[in-house]
């Protein structure tokens, strides 16, 4: 079917389709919408992101609900508030001619109050997210004991963020007779088991394989040490001028500080994750589909609500813990027919987890280079000499050029285009002429080569019976240093003492920060060792009863020495560091 009319749609559907300037059903929308308008069943329909499931189930709902009557005959459920407020808004198109109908949206956040007003005035469909729902009904504050139809919108993702047995409150309030459909990006075996527990031999359908990742969107991936993470971030935007991107964090608090340092350094960023007001949400939001935000740092559940169709790229600056996750942060790229890219920064312990994406997706990976800082330095120059030979004259400056061309009188085509371009040549040149080249080698000699030489091993006085094991004192170390997740590795923990590495660029830092430094009323003492590796680090001798002694502290190898003198002989120079933010101010575009 090609055409929306030939799908059985009423004449009010069809103005709005043709006032929202949709020409084609997508293949989800072919396979669904038919089904749904000729029987009464449950359908179960697995597909990516961005391919109009809304309109899939949308618009059926709308056809069959009687307008007429003010009781609630339509549930929808949604992992967040975002998409939430989404699918309402897209109803309210799909029906401005559906004279009398009422969509509502319930979700946390909001008036309570306001929400309930809402459903009494007469809502036929009822838009919500499961924790927000499950409080109104125990508060008899909605009654949907005779709906018909109810619609498990992402699935996937609501059982992901642990709503199982919301859900299963939720629709024991509804009644057995009612038509259950379930769309999806992935099929999980949670998915199956929700569907097998409250749906009656439901219809199938596939767009694509499942889990299988569109076909508009390329994969990279590109290896990096964990500390430059950061730094490959920059110059992947810096490398794509026009980029319009999501950039996806595992936490609020790293989705916040990379936001931050974003627009410490002049990108236009905004960070969205769930500890910002709905207010903000918002604000945020309208900024991002206005292309006042080119990038938007979230988590997974706050990017659950982003449709925008111009996304160019996606970059997974960590891998999310679900490897199935992979597939939305993917699919908020390459919608509505368009191409887009998804890249993935990773360190070499995690490229493993390539080869498990790629076998979910089923679509391969293209392993790439982080630019260099020259490389970057010609795309900027050409962008720029693009968007000047594309401008068009602006003739309001018609009563400059005379005093314009009198200051270049002396200077000819050819020295002035150099002037002109180095204007925002120079700030990339200066910035990235002494970068260091960031990609680092999958194999494991040649990286630990590099490790070893950058890497700097410490002691520190506590360990098991303190109560830390090798995570809760990485934990430890990282917030009370400020250091991001990387920073921190190699973790030994001992009964009463361990050890843990840092670059070395920190090491400075973290011996002047221990300098007299007292944790639950006792002294904690951090040393250099001299062995930087794993092996060995921190092991006792059997015979002996005793630690290694290229594990011992300097200070108890060598007569007790002060804890000064062994930092000043450890202390490394400045002069070869550089700050990950010092760069030029980027030129915010509007």
């Not at 008036?111 to 008899?140: F, L, Y």
């Not at 150099?418 to 204007?423: A, E, G, I, L, T």
Request: glycine share 6%.
């Amino acid at each position: 079917m090609s055409t929306f009319q030939e799908l059985g749609l009423n004449e009010d559907l069809l103005n709005a389709i043709n006032d929202l300037g949709f020409v084609t059903p997508s293949e989800v929308q072919q396979k669904a919408i038919p089904v749904l308008l000729e029987e009464e069943r449950d359908l179960v329909a697995l597909a990516q992101t961005g391919t109009g499931k809304t309109a899939a189930f949308g618009f059926p709902m709308l056809q069959k609900i009687n307008i007429k009557s003010r009781t609630t005959q339509g549930l929808i459920l949604s992992p967040t508030r975002e998409l939430c407020l989404q699918i309402t808004n897209e109803l309210k198109l799909y029906g401005k001619y559906c004279k009398g109908l009422n969509v509502v949206a319930i979700y946390g956040g909001a008036s309570v109050t306001e929400q309930a007003n809402q459903i009494k005035k007469g809502a036929q469909i009822v838009v919500a997210t499961p924790g927000r729902m499950k409080d109104m009904i125990s508060r008899k504050l909605v009654d949907i004991s005779k709906i018909e139809y109810s619609v498990l919108d992402e699935a996937d993702e609501m059982l992901n963020m642990g709503f199982y047995e919301d859900i299963t409150d939720i629709l024991a309030h509804t009644p057995m007779e009612k038509s259950t459909w379930l769309f999806s990006a992935t099929m999980p075996k949670e998915v199956a088991s929700i569907a097998k527990k409250f749906m009656y031999d439901p219809l199938e359908i596939t767009v694509g394989n499942r889990n299988e990742s569109t076909n508009q969107v390329s994969h990279e991936y590109y290896v990096v040490n964990g500390r430059d993470r950061y730094l490959a971030l920059k110059r992947l935007a810096d490398a794509n001028p026009d980029i319009f991107s999501v950039v996806f964090c595992r936490t609020k608090r790293d989705t916040q500080r990379v936001a931050e340092k974003l627009v410490e350094d002049g990108y236009n960023a905004g960070a969205l994750h769930g500890d910002l007001s709905q207010n903000q949400r918002d604000l945020v939001m309208k900024a991002f589909r206005n292309n006042q935000i080119q990038m938007l740092v979230a988590t997974d559940v706050a990017a659950r609500g982003i449709d925008v169709d111009d996304i160019t790229h996606v970059i997974n600056y960590q891998l999310p813990d679900e490897i199935e996750t992979y597939t939305h942060r993917s699919g908020r790229t390459g919608r509505a027919g368009k191409t887009g890219v998804s890249m993935v920064i990773v360190a070499k312990s995690e490229v493993r987890k390539i080869k498990s994406i790629e076998r979910i997706i089923k679509k391969q990976f293209q392993k790439k280079d982080i630019p260099s800082g020259m490389e970057i330095c010609e795309v900027q120059l050409m962008s720029l000499a693009n968007k000047v030979h594309n401008t068009e004259v602006n003739h309001e400056i018609d009563p400059y050029l005379d005093s314009i061309n009198d200051l270049f009188e002396d200077t000819n085509k050819e020295e002035l285009i150099k002037k002109f371009f180095s204007v925002e040549f120079t700030r990339f040149f200066n910035y990235y002429k002494d970068s260091k080249d960031l990609t680092v080698s999958e194999s494991g000699e040649s990286h630990s080569r590099e490790r070893s030489s950058d890497d700097v091993r410490y002691f520190i006085n506590v360990g098991r019976k303190d109560g830390y094991d090798w995570m809760s004192l990485k934990d430890f170390l990282k917030a009370i240093l400020e250091l991001g997740r990387d920073d921190v590795f190699k973790v030994d923990v001992k009964d009463s003492f361990s050890f843990f590495n840092t670059e070395k660029a920190l090491q400075e830092k973290v011996l002047s920060f221990f300098t007299d430094f007292k944790y639950n009323g006792r002294f904690v003492n951090v040393e250099i060792t001299e062995n930087r590796g794993r092996s060995g680090g921190g092991k006792r001798d059997r015979k002996r009863g005793r630690r290694n002694r290229d594990e011992q502290p300097r200070g108890e190898r060598r007569s007790r020495r002060s804890k000064d003198s062994g930092r000043r002989g450890a202390s490394g120079s400045k002069k070869n560091r550089r700050s990950a933010s010092d760069r030029p101010r980027r030129s915010r575009r509007k």
